[in-house]
């Protein structure tokens, strides 16, 4: 079944990535790393769930998590308030990450602050599709890198894109690796880089296959295109290239 394989395929990628954050701390490429998938795992399960067998062939592909979104949840773009309300995913165990940091605490799906470009992107599927399911008949959702990176004393969140070496490259390869097996599992047709990083990365990924591969503009609220004409710029941009 297609479930199954996504969950085999996840939780390959979970125990795969976990050693390759001990060793990027080792050397000092990162001060702290948080693996989501270990801790959310019965979240992140419960996502797959719910929209990996819908019939979708595009993928939205963002970076990494967010501290705010799938850091706390396990869920790629997540918010609180999408995840319980619109998801309906509720009353599942979240556990700490097995190296927590002072400044980055986990409360999974009691988390007090939203996460602005979860709650951007989950509204607009809502806006544009309906429902919860026609969302997953169209779409499907990964972040290209499950880990979240720390670095200094207030662990800023480091993207992988900012770091470098042999192990560096490792987890990079292995999370490509990943996207092969799940758009091969979904006979996924499309995909969407959420920001320029997730179009090269799916570039480099599946080079030579017939996979079709686009970008849309971040829906950050760093990023002035997201804010652009209070966001109504990024909603027309992301919708172009939607399914």
Not at 79 to 88: D, I, M, N, P, S
Not at 105 to 130: A, P
């Amino acid at each position: 079944m297609e479930i199954n394989a996504l969950i085999e395929a996840a939780s390959r990628l979970r125990d795969d990535v976990d050693p390759i954050g001990d060793k990027l701390v080792i050397e000092g490429s990162v001060d702290c790393v948080y693996n989501p998938l270990m801790y959310a795992w019965d979240i992140h399960k419960a996502f797959i769930k719910l929209g990996g067998d819908k019939g979708a062939d595009t993928l939205l592909l963002g970076m990494n998590p967010g501290p705010h979104g799938m850091g706390q949840m396990g869920i790629p773009f997540s918010a609180t308030k999408v995840v319980r309300e619109l998801l309906g995913i509720r009353n599942l165990e979240v556990k700490k990450p097995r190296n927590p940091h002072p400044k980055r605490e986990v409360t999974g799906l009691d988390w007090h602050k939203e996460e602005i470009s979860g709650t951007r992107l989950w509204n607009l599927l809502e806006e544009h599709y309906g429902t919860v399911e026609n969302i997953f008949s169209n779409v499907f959702i990964l972040n290209h890198c499950p880990l979240m990176l720390f670095k200094g004393e207030r662990a800023t969140n480091i993207t992988p894109d900012k770091i470098s070496g042999k192990n560096a490259k490792e987890l990079i390869e292995r999370c490509d690796q990943h996207l092969r097996e799940l758009v091969d599992i979904m006979g996924i047709k499309k995909i969407i880089g959420v920001g320029k990083y997730a179009e090269k990365r799916a570039n480099i990924a599946l080079k030579g296959t017939n996979v079709e591969i686009t970008s849309c503009w971040h829906p950050s609220p760093a990023s002035p295109l997201a804010n652009r004409n209070k966001g109504k710029d990024w909603r027309d941009n992301i919708r172009s290239v939607l399914p």
